[in-house]
């Protein structure tokens, strides 16, 4: 969001600032209470020093006991022990979810039939793909259902589980909720069913649910998986795993640079837990801003107003955005989108002419990268292909981040629009 030209949430900036330079300490022209949680931040690191090294692996105590309480008024008093609270870093944004990857690749891939297999959503997070395949694990895809908002449909689990069986042992699913890049977001009918789906058939639930915090569709909210599974009766809570993802990177705080994320283990063996502790390696300063995240400042903090203030702008941005923009698409020819309910992307449909897709087959590249390769060229905008997603050939997608000023989203639009227009024009 920052490199679109959001700006960052200055209450973090300036705690992270007097963390970095505790000179700053003694500035008066600073809030008091940013200079007072710098303090309490400083005192939580060894040697009062964002620059030693954490003593735990799995994070620092004082940042996992405040993303549990987080969790727990999150999911309206529904209990998270730190303990269950494991904090990431790493030189991808998914970086936590590769080290869950990496411990089932360990323990319990194969080759061929005995291949541990995950199903993955189509379209799934652009990484995950990759991921999967750096870590050895076999993709078994399930498909969402455009016409119906990107929904996960239970008889297309189903299909999906049969057919990744006849090449591999499928052992977790991977959910997105709210959908990336699609910004669906599941109703509690549909987690439960997921989660029954996944207890009957021996499966992990992956939960990723980096959007929880930006989800403005009328009448939707964010249900966490851990929630509803709570609330399923104990030989659902007590039994199925789940580990769940959450980030800075995203929406409102938007600190993709600090690389900051943590996982939410549930009924996750013991022995387990500790070889996911020790792989993590949480960074110092990343954590600092995960508390910052989870532990805005309260009414009585001199911070509070423009916080708030910042929040509800990115949020009102956000939310105006995906509907003019989703608007604006559906009105160009060749072109459709289904509404988002939550996150920061659109993911229309695409009508490529005939001459793109044989100029991309000529090229050797997906015709939807040739499609975002030349709108980059032309146009200077950047959008992603639908087939980093795991979109099917003739299937055409892009994903345009829609958390930008205003004014920028415009001028994306109007480009966009006239380079579609162009392509087609061609076609005439």
């Known amino acids: 969001p920052h490199k679109a030209g959001m700006p960052p949430i200055s209450f973090i900036r300036q705690v992270m600032a007097v963390c970095l330079y505790p000179e700053l300490l003694k500035e008066k ?47 309206g008093g529904v209990p998270s022990h730190p303990e269950d609270i494991i904090l990431t870093t790493g030189l991808q944004k998914s ?8 411990f089932l690749n360990l323990l319990t891939s194969g080759e061929g039939k ?55 042992e499928p052992k977790a699913i991977y959910i997105s909720n709210p959908g990336k890049p699609t910004g669906y977001v599941q109703d509690r009918e549909t987690i439960e069913k997921v989660i029954h789906f996944a207890a009957t058939n021996g499966l992990i639930i992956l939960a990723e649910e980096v959007h929880q915090d930006s989800v403005y569709g009328q009448d ?37 640079g600090l690389r900051g994320g943590y996982m ?5 063996d ?8 020790v792989i993590s390696s949480a960074s110092v300063l990343p954590q600092l801003a995960l508390e910052l995240s ?25 939310s105006q955005n995906a509907k003019r923009a989703c608007e604006f698409l559906n009105r160009v020819e060749g072109m459709s989108c289904q509404p988002s309910m939550a996150g920061l992307f659109l993911y229309p ?33 950047c959008v992603g292909a639908g087939c980093e997603n795991g979109q099917e050939d003739k299937n055409y997608h892009i994903r345009l981040c829609i958390l930008t000023p205003p004014s920028t989203l415009e001028e994306i639009l109007a480009r966009l629009r006239s380079f579609h227009h162009r392509l087609l024009e061609k076609l005439a």
Not at 264 to 268: A, C, G, K, R, T
Not at 294 to 316: F, G, K, L, M
């Open 114 to 168: 005995t291949q541990t297999g995950v199903l993955t959503p189509m379209p799934c997070p652009h990484t995950l793909p990759m991921l999967l395949d750096m870590t050895g694990l076999a993709l078994v895809p399930y498909r969402l259902f455009e016409e119906q908002g990107w929904a996960v449909n239970l008889d297309e689990l189903h299909r999906a589980l049969e057919a990744g069986r006849v090449h591999c």
């Open 264 to 268: 939410e283990v549930i009924n996750i």
């Open 220 to 256: 939707k909210e964010f249900i966490s998986y851990k929630k509803v599974l709570s609330e399923m009766g104990k030989m659902y809570a007590e039994t199925m795993e789940l580990v769940s993802f959450h980030s800075i990177s995203t929406a409102h705080i938007g600190e993709g």
């Open 29 to 75: 022209s600073l809030p008091l209470d940013v200079r007072q949680r710098a303090q309490k931040l400083l005192d939580m690191c060894s040697g009062g020093s964002v620059g030693s090294y954490s003593t735990t692996s799995g994070g620092l105590p004082q940042v996992q006991k405040s993303i549990s309480e987080f969790i727990t008024r999150r999911d």
């Open 95 to 102: 970086f936590d979810v590769v080290c869950f990857l990496v």
């Open 349 to 381: 449909r695409v009508h490529l002419p005939p001459h793109i897709v044989e100029e991309a087959k000529r090229l050797e590249v997906k015709a939807d990268v040739l499609y975002c390769q030349r709108l980059l060229r032309e146009e200077g905008i």
């Open 270 to 277: 013991p022995a387990v837990k500790k070889y996911l502790t």
């Open 294 to 318: 989870v532990n805005p400042p309260r009414p009585e903090d001199s911070s509070y107003n423009s916080y708030t203030q910042e929040i509800h702008h990115i949020e009102d941005t956000l």
